[in-house]
């Protein structure tokens, strides 16, 4: 069964710093991967997502991320924090043919951005 | 186009009484899921669908009921509630790959007395 562990519940960091949130898979087939953003009072949004190809994918508002299969990781970055990203942040796993397609969200991370 | 549209955004019930969350989409999914979320539990599935007619039970499918007469549409009914049921419920819908990305509506918030 695919599961996913996203470590620490909460990061903290200051304007303009890195931001890195930590995510990490088990899947027992090759895995699809995906970032979701959600602002107060919202639904999630999707940031970016890996299928195949690339490892590194950009996605939306300077985020990225790098799939590590010898890690079994999907950690999210980008280079300079900005206010405006403050949110929660999920990662999701699915998996494809010979497993489950319904995805597993990890628990969570709320970033706080510090002026 | 208005993606996923969840009605309503807030409710406050009784314990004991019924009531209906409406989701409905105008993307074509197939796919389509009903989750709550509680502080520091993230996303936890309750039920289900990969097409009209179809439903399946998630992780917490207790006390709710679903059903998937059309596309577009996914209520979820509590049929009884109870205080633990207390929560942010979010309806989201997908194409029906693996690589499909779920596309989410903004949640009903949902108190029960």
């Known amino acids: 069964a695919q599961s996913v562990t996203q470590l620490g519940s909460h990061v903290s960091v200051s304007e303009g710093a890195l931001v890195l949130l930590r995510c990490n898979y088990s899947s027992s087939v090759p895995p699809y991967l995906f970032w979701y953003v959600q602002y107060p009072n919202q639904g999630l949004q999707l940031l970016l997502k890996?299928?195949?190809?690339?490892?590194l994918v950009k996605g939306i508002n300077g985020f990225e991320a790098e799939f590590k299969k010898s890690e079994t990781s999907f950690h999210l970055t980008k280079p300079s924090a900005h206010m405006s990203d403050a949110a929660e942040y999920f990662c999701?796993?699915?998996?494809?043919?010979?497993?489950?397609?319904?995805?597993?969200f990890g628990r969570g991370t709320s970033l706080i951005v510090h002026p | 186009n208005a993606g996923v549209t969840q009605t309503p955004k807030f409710r406050v019930l009784k314990t004991g009484q019924s009531m209906t969350l409406l989701c409905a989409q105008d993307?074509?999914?197939?796919?389509m899921y009903w989750y709550r979320q509680d502080p520091g539990m993230g996303l936890r599935l309750i039920h289900y669908?990969?097409?009209?007619?179809?439903?399946a039970k998630g992780e917490v499918p207790d006390g709710y009921n679903v059903s998937r007469s059309t596309t577009e549409d996914f209520p979820l009914r509590l049929l009884s509630a109870a205080p633990s049921q207390t929560s942010v419920y979010f309806c989201?819908?997908?194409?029906?790959?693996?690589?499909?990305?779920?596309?989410f509506g903004d949640g009903t918030r949902l108190s029960i007395l």
């Open positions: 989201a819908s997908s194409y029906s790959t693996a690589a499909g990305a779920q596309h």
């Open positions: 993307m074509n999914h197939e796919y």
């Open positions: 669908s990969v097409g009209e007619g179809t439903t």
């Open positions: 999701a796993v699915s998996e494809g043919p010979g497993g489950s397609y319904i995805p597993t």
């Open positions: 890996y299928t195949t190809g690339a490892t």
